[in-house]
């Protein structure tokens, strides 16, 4: 039987952190054995964002490495740049046609961007949401691991291929945002502030290249408060962030200790960071030192770069003789 197509993709705009391996990462690797799964970097995207290329191909690198470093395997995967399968930028064109400005500019990135970058509102920040469309739609791929940032770019994907599929002939599955468990995932930053992210408040923001005693420092400084005075409380939102850190890379026993801590209101959130640095970083130290070895070893970057850029245009090849058919445009 044909397996479901998977496709997912990370911008190399900066480190990788914990929400990037919880939001992302972790469900590729579930992914691989079940699913055809495709997984990119993102190169392209970033220049709406980071139109300085100096230290692009280092992040492209780095983002193969620490990928591959938490358990992607690139034989059973097409793991690939964006840029190495131009057919997406063809796909992006037709798509184009079918996209809206009213419907782009009301896109919460899109907005975030405008006022992150008043002075470079340029053209491929308002199509962003196409070009997305666009990978995912050139493997027709149906199930998209995303984290919880990523949902409304979903909607939007599905949009344009029904949109497509309704002008021009059925071509396009319509592709659901994943999640092992029935929630996307929102791993916030540790100062309670918002979503962790590659570039805001570094020392909020554990990255999977982070030193140990980085870790440490960083965990111990999370906000927390005082503590419950009932028992059974619910949970400020980034007290509940620290523990599903804990539920993620601790025991199941240190976090029900923790959580029954926290229910009898006898919790001690500093023995809880303390006991979470921990865990954290014999969590993080082997991904940092594998990814670090595997990015040095450029001839096995650049086999890993070319294997997955063939397995991709493949792919993309095959669904972009569909479109062209479908659009009309075989002569
Ligand atoms: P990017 O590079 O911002 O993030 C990569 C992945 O990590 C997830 N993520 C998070 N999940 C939980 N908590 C967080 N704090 C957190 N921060 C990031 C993101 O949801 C994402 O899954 N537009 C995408 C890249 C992209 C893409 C695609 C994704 C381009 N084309 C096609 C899927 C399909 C982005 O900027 O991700």
Not at 17 to 37: I, S
Not at 120 to 137: E, K, R, W
Not at 253 to 265: L, S
């Amino acid at each position: 039987m044909k397996k479901e197509v998977v496709l997912s993709g990370i911008r190399p705009t900066g480190f990788l952190h914990l929400g990037n391996y919880f939001g992302a990462m972790r469900n590729y690797v579930r992914m691989q054995d079940e699913y055809d799964c495709y997984f990119f970097v993102a190169n392209w995207h970033s220049l709406t964002t980071h139109p300085d290329t100096k230290e692009l191909q280092n992040s492209v690198h780095r983002v193969i490495a620490e990928n591959v470093a938490c358990g992607l395997d690139p034989d059973k995967v097409a793991l690939y740049v964006q840029s190495d399968v131009p057919e997406i930028a063809e796909l992006y064109l037709y798509l184009n046609m079918l996209a809206y400005k009213g419907e782009l500019e009301k896109t919460t990135t899109f907005k975030e961007k405008v006022r992150l970058q008043p002075e470079n509102v340029n053209a491929g920040l308002l199509t962003y949401p196409v070009l997305m469309a666009s990978d995912i739609l050139i493997h027709r791929a149906v199930k998209v691991p995303v984290g919880k940032d990523q949902e409304q770019h979903l909607e939007m994907a599905r949009n344009f291929a029904e949109r497509f599929n309704y002008r021009y002939g059925n071509v396009f599955p319509a592709p659901q945002a994943f999640n092992f468990g029935s929630e996307l995932v929102k791993i916030m930053s540790l100062d309670g502030n918002g979503k962790m992210s590659k570039s805001e408040n570094q020392m909020s923001t554990l990255y999977l290249a982070d030193e140990d005693d980085a870790i440490r420092k960083k965990i111990m400084k999370a906000k927390t408060d005082s503590g419950p005075t009932e028992p059974n409380s619910v949970k400020p939102d980034y007290i509940e962030n620290i523990f599903t850190l804990m539920r993620i890379t601790s025991s199941a026993d240190t976090y029900n200790k923790f959580e029954e801590d926290f229910n009898k209101c006898s919790i001690r959130y500093g023995d809880m960071k303390k006991q979470l640095a921990e865990d954290m970083v014999s969590f993080i130290k082997p991904i940092r030192e594998k990814a670090a070895d595997i990015q040095q070893d450029k001839n096995l970057l650049h086999k890993i770069i070319q294997q997955g850029a063939d397995k991709a245009r493949a792919s993309a090849a095959a669904t972009l003789q569909e479109v062209r058919k479908a659009v009309g445009m075989n002569y």
